[in-house]
């Protein structure tokens, strides 16, 4: 009824020349990353955030091969929105041409020519999209290692020669769910009322263990079995049901018995279920 949940983070990915990332705030970069005020709220408000930390020299460097692997992930925790950066004069993308920026990591399905998809968490890394039906080819997820060239990576047309990224505070919460709290709550009343009852209804001393059998057998001898110590549960009860008394003792079997068999299956039923 405890337990621990991690945040995965949603994240955009946005292109750019090394031009723009040295000089962002020279007329050249507007607009920045693509992005304008009236075309993408949520992609302009990001780009800024980027531009601010950018000149604050916030943003962590990343070299192609260690950018693939910080985003080949599903559950992103650790790593914030990410500048694609290359050394060319402008940026490709094979895109619509409304943004350069991709949001990639979406918890909702989508419909596209009457089918249901759900989107890759970075098939971006592989040249894919993630707001588009999973083409023929495998999933990224599944390529990635093999098939994608740290030295020639070039996921949106252009080759990227590093990457610009958040670090981020990786966000945990301590869970409590309060229907398994009143689950467990009722099982352990229950529990607390039977220990109650044998321990102020039961007068006589029971036989919980080998020990008080034997100390019980010592100080009272049992009639119902004088003469009959190898008697099993069961033929004690065949015996109960025809009244029938054996007139001699019962033979010894050798074939080694279960611990479990001295007790009766709606006992041990109870016992787990309790």
Known sequence: ????????????IFSATEDMIIHPDSPRAEPWLGQTN?????????AQTLR??????????????????????????????????TKGDSVETSLDSETVLESIFSQYQYSLNGKKCKPHAFEWICGGSGSKCPTTREPCERIWQTDVDANDWSPRGSKVDYCLSEDLEALCRLQFDKRLAYVVIAF????????????????????????????????????????????SRRSD???????????????????????????GGGRWCITMIM
């Open 38 to 46: 009236d075309t993408n709220i949520e992609g302009y408000n990001t």
């Open 52 to 85: 601010d930390r950018l000149l604050a020299d916030e943003l962590r460097r990343m070299e192609p091969q260690e950018c693939i692997q910080a985003y080949a992930t599903e559950f992103q925790t650790a790593q914030g929105s990410v500048i694609l950066v």
């Open 1 to 12: 009824m405890v337990y621990a949940s991690i945040y995965s983070r949603d994240y955009l």
């Open 188 to 231: 352990n009343a229950v529990k607390v009322l039977v220990l109650a009852y044998i321990f102020l209804g039961v007068r006589e001393k029971p036989l919980l263990t080998v020990g008080d059998a034997v100390a019980s057998f010592m100080r009272k001898t049992d009639l119902s079995t004088a003469g009959r110590c190898l008697i």
């Open 237 to 263: 009860q065949v015996m109960k049901w025809q009244n029938w008394i054996p007139s001699k003792g019962q033979p010894y079997d050798p074939r080694p018995k279960r611990w479990r068999q001295s007790v």
